[in-house]
Structure formats: structure tokens, C-alpha cells
């Protein structure tokens, strides 16, 4: 005890004091583990391990040494004790209030003065408790020993000398081996080793839950009770109770003082009460990423929802708090995202990595449009979608889902088929989950970025319901609003989701967000904040809808940094500049046309009309998602031949083909076979 007593005390001080995490987690596991084995295993450790090895290193040095001797037996107590007390020193150094400490290192004082000046002073009660149990155990496992030997018991103070335990007779017996250098004994010895390496890994599973109890419920925020060690900010808790047959999870926010945590909900609170337990995970929310995710449904903390069943094949486990990509990873070169749909690639082109605001209201070909886009990059680059509903009406993602399956972009019967991922956090949701699933998908989308080497389109519907959740969020935490009512981390909270949607050299995260302006004020700081964030905007017009052309893109509200000859290349630009010209030109005569009729336009203008409403239908198009309804099979058009066959009509070489040959075409090639088509039908 002379020997195990200090070095136990300074072992409790470094793991308490100094180790990091990561080390206290696998020595306390260890020592809980080796404190638990019973003395018998003790000994029998003794027997067929050191006194082997305290024989050999004897004979090495010359001298007579039984096997069974008094040094082996005490450093079998020595060593069966020291985990013991080590794990109780540890709590009782660990029992101090952090506030004794703090407050005197506030004070100057280095950590080596607070240790000993106030951590075990305030503890020597607890430790003088630990090592007269310590002393007690020692005791009564050595009067356990000479009542199992009973008379027979050859007890010695020389250590080299031979004593009889319990287990010598023990390993005697079954090996027949009193000096143990048969090959019985080394097959147990090799064995002994064996055993006790399983049970320290067995003991890894074994780690000490950190237990908190709910001491404040309101609404979506709940505040936590620890007596021991806080969770980190963003650490999941798990509660220890079902609330409507499901596992509340919920993730530190605050740290508020008097070892007390304010977390945020990711499901309803209902039927919580004070004094509820929850258990700290030790890590942020993890969610399951890999190939098997494809075709299925999740909620923000990686449940499934769509009822088919469990994930099937291999996957893993990411938090969704994770940091963007450095600037070594990112990559320079701008390089254009070809999706196949000509009004998007030529006038309003797609950077790969890069942000594209999507507007457009109901019934417009949002979802239609959204359904191609995740077709032709699963087609033309083999890339794989993820979609975030974020803060959505269930009906939408109901529909949603069931469109997918229709056009094939999921396979419900081999989900390793399917294309998309889908992540809801549907509207009746608390803000929790609403605020936390856009970074559930994004997790899910940067595992095909970065280990599948993929070109991920990742959907956001609504952006505008994220920014809406952090509102939410940061009034039930108490913050202080900014302007209009919105959370003074607007920008922090928009910045750390939208910087991680980036091109890096392994692939490349395409973010296509879906905005809604309250009161199409523009100038709102929740759509004002995304916009600094996007790259393109792709405009859906009621008004183009209504004319029978889709995609309805509007091909001059919609924009994209992009469209310059330094990354589009010089041909491509000039196109898309002379196709906007015209466009724009025929768009402000549009009225003259109203009032005067086409008879009063110059024969420039007339032109000018002539290619404008060939270049509107030419834009419309094809999909392969509405096969089913249009009758008509999808066409993904090149960007090559997007360009050469608007330069081609811009030019004027297909002045003589009729208007209604380039209406739902593919390349140019199709608009003339089918002006033959429509001529031959006029004879």
C-alpha cells in the first residue's frame, strides 16, 4: 500500500487534471474493466504470468526463486489493487466543483497550485475514504486466500521464498505442474494473455454514461442538469425515456452556468417532464451516409421514415457539424455544370460547386424542373442527388417522393439503384429539426463528393424556412434579435451551411436553393443574406408557363455569374449575349405589336420578332421525368450542341423552317426533321 497508495494519487491527478478526452476515456474504461476482475483471475494471472517472468528474469540473474513465491503474490495484490484505487481517487478529485477551481486560477493561480491548494484539500475526505477501502479490500481478499488453504497455508516474510495461495493449488491441479515450466502451463499462460486482452476490449462497451436531468422544459429549448463533466456545444443528448415510442434527441446550445445545458429539440417535447434523464452521446448528431442511403427517406437526426424497412448494406456514421473544405482542398478552376436543359446551360449555365437560387411559385414546373435536373446528372455525370425539405408541407414531399419512383429516380424494390436521397424536416417539426436537416443532407451529399469522387446535386426547399427555424431558435434562446425580428447569427448560421457546398478536387457539392421573399421584399435580411451566397438564380415564369413552354424558365430574369467569356469561352458567350438581345428587342415590342400589328415593324424588326419566337420555343424542352404525361421521350442536349444550334438560329440559317418546327425539340437537328415532317404533312 506504500507503493500503490501515491502512485495511484498522482496516476488519478494526471488522468483528471491533464489527459486529454481521448485517454481518459480508454484508461477509465481500462481501469473500471480490471477493477471489476475477480481475485481468483488475479491469481491465476499470478500463476501462469508473472511468475514465469519473475522466474526468468531470476534464473537470468542467478538467483533461486520459487514460482509460487511471496514477491509473486504481492505484486499480484499490488497490481490487482491499483486499478482500484486509481478509479476511485479519480471520482474524488473529480467530485470538486469546477467553480472552486476556475475561480482560483481567476485568480493566478498556475493548475499545479490549484491542485494542490484546492483540489485535494476540498477531496481528502474522499480520498482518505478511498484508500481505507482500498486497505479494507486488500484485507479481506488475503484472509479470503488463508481461508481457502486453510492449515496447510506456508506463509513467508522472504520474498523469494515459496507461500500457498488458492489459486497455486488451483493451477497445480490442473496443469500437474508445481514448477510451471511444462507445456501445459504455456498454452495457459498464452491463453491468460488472451483472456485478459478480450476483456479490455469487451470493456470499451462498458463506458460510464454521462447522465443530466432535465430541470426546465419550454417548448423546444430544455435545459439540463450534469454533476459531472458538461457536454460539448452541438454534443447530442438521447434521452433514456420513449416519448411516443421514439428516442428524443436533442443538441446543446448554451452552456448557462451551474453545470446546466440549454439544448434544442429535434422532435416534439411532448410528455416531457422535469427530472427526465438524458444521456450525453458524446459526439453531435451522426447520421448514416454511404450507398445505401440512396432511394430512402430520413429525418434530421438520421432515422428512416419511409417504412421500408432497415438500411441495407455497409454504411457509417457523420456528424452533421462538420468544417468546409480548406483552401488547398477547394478547387480553382471553374469548370460549368452541363445539366442537358439548353435555357439553363446556355443562358444561366451552372458552376459545379457553385449556388443557384431557384425561383418560382406554384405550378410552374418547380418540382418537374428539380426531378430533370436530378435525372440528367445521375445520367450524363453518374452523379447522385440529395434533397433537404426543409421546413416543407408534408403533401409536397409526399408527392415529391412518389414522382421520384414514377420517373424512376428511386427504385423502391433496389434502392442501390436509385439516384436520390431524400432528408425531410417537415413544417409541423419544431424549429430544431427544421434548422438542423439542411446539415443532415449536406453530411449525406459531401460522402459522394468526397469519397465517391461524385458531381452531387444538393436541393434546399425552402432556404428561407432554415433562416425562419434559426429565427425561432434564437428567440427561445434569449437571444437579442437584429433587424426585422431575425437572429444576430443570421449570417454566421447562412455562412457555415453555404460554405460548405463547394467544388473541391475530389468533386464537387451543386446547390440548387429554392427562395421565397416575404412580401417580395428583396431587401429582407433572410433572402438578402442568401443572395450574397449565390452564383446564379433561375427564374420560373407564370406568365412563359402559361405560353405552353417549359422548362418555364424566364431567359432574362435569370442570371449567373458564370456567363463570361473567360469561363464559358468566347463562341458561347456572344451566343447567349445575342440571344438575350434578341429577346430583350422583341420583349419591347411587344406592345407596338398589341396596338399596330406585325405590318408596322421595320423588316429589321420583323426579324427580329421572327427569331425571337423561334429562340422561345426552341428553349422549351423535353423531359425524361414527364415521359409519362407529355407522351414525348426526354432529350439531354449537349452544350456543344446548345450553342452551335442558337448561333445557328441567331445567325439567320434556319430563317425558313416554320416557328412550330423548333417547339419541344432536342439539338437543331431534330427542329429540322421536323419541319420536313410538318411541310410534307402541308402537301
Given at each position: 500500500m506504500l507503493v500503490v497508495v501515491p502512485l495511484g494519487l498522482f496516476s488519478a491527478i494526471y488522468i483528471?487534471?491533464?489527459?486529454?478526452?481521448k485517454v481518459r476515456y480508454i484508461v477509465n474504461t481500462t481501469l473500471q474493466?480490471?477493477?471489476?476482475i475477480p481475485t481468483v483471475v488475479y491469481g491465476y494471472f499470478a500463476v501462469v504470468f508473472l511468475s514465469f517472468f519473475i522466474k526468468q528474469v531470476a534464473n537470468f540473474f542467478g538467483l533461486s526463486i520459487h514460482s509460487e513465491s511471496a514477491l509473486v503474490a504481492g505484486l499480484s495484490i499490488g497490481i490487482m489493487i491499483l486499478p482500484f484505487i486509481i478509479s476511485l481517487l479519480e471520482d474524488a478529485i473529480r467530485s470538486v466543483p469546477k467553480s472552486l477551481r476556475y475561480g482560483f486560477m481567476a485568480l493566478g493561480a498556475t493548475p499545479a497550485e490549484t491542485i494542490w491548494h484546492i483540489t485535494i484539500p476540498y477531496a481528502m475526505p474522499t480520498i482518505l475514504s478511498a484508500i481505507l477501502l482500498s486497505i479494507s479490500r486488500v484485507i479481506g481478499e488475503t484472509m479470503i486466500v488463508l481461508?481457502?488453504?486453510?492449515?496447510?497455508?506456508?506463509?513467508?516474510?522472504?520474498?523469494?521464498?515459496?507461500?500457498?495461495?488458492?489459486?497455486?493449488?488451483?493451477?497445480?491441479?490442473?496443469?500437474?505442474?508445481?514448477?510451471?515450466?511444462?507445456?501445459?502451463t504455456l498454452a495457459a499462460y498464452a491463453l491468460?494473455?488472451?483472456f485478459f486482452y478480450g476483456i479490455i476490449v469487451l470493456g470499451d462497451k462498458n463506458k460510464e454514461m454521462n447522465i443530466g436531468r432535465a430541470i426546465k422544459v419550454t417548448q423546444a429549448v430544455v435545459d439540463i442538469k450534469f454533476e459531472g463533466e458538461l457536454p460539448k456545444i452541438f454534443n447530442a443528448l438521447k434521452s433514456k425515456l420513449k416519448y411516443k415510442d421514439k428516442e428524443l434527441v436533442l443538441e446543446v446550445s448554451q452552456h448557462i452556468g451551474d453545470n446546466i445545458v440549454r439544448c434544442i429539440a429535434m422532435d416534439s417535447t411532448d410528455g416531457m417532464s422535469r427530472g427526465d434523464e438524458f444521456v450525453d452521446t458524446g459526439a453531435p448528431i451522426s447520421v448514416p451516409i454511404g450507398r445505401s442511403t440512396l432511394g430512402r427517406i430520413f429525418n434530421v437526426v438520421g432515422e428512416l421514415i419511409d417504412e421500408c424497412g432497415p438500411l441495407k448494406g455497409k454504411y457509417n456514421l457523420e456528424p452533421i457539424h462538420r468544417a468546409p473544405p480548406s483552401f488547398t482542398e477547394q478547387r480553382i478552376q471553374e469548370e460549368v455544370l452541363v445539366t442537358g436543359i439548353k435555357v439553363i446551360d446556355l443562358l444561366a449555365p451552372y458552376l459545379k460547386g457553385g449556388k443557384i437560387g431557384l425561383f418560382g411559385g406554384a405550378g410552374v414546373g418547380k418540382t418537374v424542373l428539380i426531378m430533370e435536373l436530378i435525372n440528367n446528372i445521375a445520367k450524363a455525370h453518374k452523379g447522385f442527388s440529395v434533397f433537404a425539405g426543409v421546413g416543407e408541407r408534408t403533401r409536397e414531399g409526399n408527392d415529391l417522393y412518389h414522382e421520384m419512383i414514377t420517373s424512376n429516380v428511386i427504385n423502391i424494390n433496389e434502392h442501390e439503384k436509385s439516384q436520390a436521397v431524400l432528408v425531410y424536416g417537415q413544417m409541423n417539426e419544431p424549429p430544431g429539426a427544421r434548422a438542423r436537416v439542411a446539415l443532415t443532407a449536406l453530411t449525406m451529399a459531401e460522402y459522394f463528393r468526397d469519397r465517391e469522387n461524385q458531381d452531387v446535386l444538393f436541393f434546399v426547399d425552402n432556404i428561407f424556412r432554415f433562416t425562419q427555424a434559426g429565427s425561432e431558435i434564437s428567440a427561445l434562446l434569449g437571444r437579442i434579435p437584429s433587424a426585422v425580428g431575425y437572429q444576430p447569427t443570421l449570417a454566421t448560421d447562412m455562412g457555415a451551411m453555404q460554405e460548405r457546398i463547394a467544388s473541391t478536387t475530389s468533386g464537387s457539392i451543386t446547390?440548387?436553393?429554392a427562395i421565397y421573399v416575404p412580401a417580395d421584399d428583396l431587401t429582407d435580411p433572410a433572402p438578402a443574406t442568401t443572395f450574397s451566397?449565390?452564383?446564379a438564380t433561375t427564374v420560373l415564369s407564370r406568365q412563359i408557363a402559361e405560353m405552353g413552354i417549359y422548362p418555364a424558365v424566364d431567359p432574362l430574369d435569370s442570371t449567373s455569374q458564370s456567363l463570361s467569356a473567360e469561363i464559358i469561352g468566347e463562341e458561347h458567350y456572344k451566343v447567349a449575349s445575342e440571344v438575350k438581345r434578341i429577346l430583350q428587342t422583341y420583349k419591347s415590342l411587344q406592345d407596338i405589336i398589341a396596338i399596330l400589328g406585325m405590318d408596322e415593324l421595320s423588316d429589321e424588326d420583323k426579324i427580329i420578332v421572327d427569331r425571337a419566337r423561334k429562340i422561345q420555343k426552341f428553349l422549351s424542352q423535353p423531359f425524361h421525368v414527364a415521359e409519362i404525361f407529355t407522351g414525348m421521350p426526354g432529350k439531354f442536349v449537349s452544350l456543344s450542341d446548345t450553342v452551335s444550334s442558337f448561333k445557328g438560329i441567331v445567325?439567320?440559317?434556319?430563317?425558313?423552317?416554320?416557328?412550330?418546327?423548333?417547339?419541344?425539340?432536342?439539338?437543331?437537328?431534330?427542329?429540322?426533321?421536323?419541319?420536313?415532317?410538318?411541310?410534307?404533312?402541308?402537301?
Open positions: 483528471s487534471e491533464y489527459a486529454s478526452e474493466v480490471l477493477s471489476a481461508m481457502a488453504v486453510g492449515i496447510n497455508a506456508n506463509l513467508t516474510f522472504n520474498p523469494l521464498n515459496s507461500v500457498t495461495t488458492i489459486t497455486v493449488q488451483i493451477a497445480t491441479l490442473l496443469t500437474g505442474d508445481q514448477d510451471f515450466n511444462s507445456v501445459q491468460s494473455l488472451k446547390s440548387v436553393q451566397h449565390l452564383d445567325e439567320g440559317k434556319y430563317d425558313h423552317l416554320p416557328e412550330a418546327a423548333f417547339y419541344m425539340v432536342g439539338n437543331i437537328d431534330e427542329a429540322i426533321k421536323k419541319a420536313e415532317l410538318i411541310q410534307a404533312e402541308a402537301k
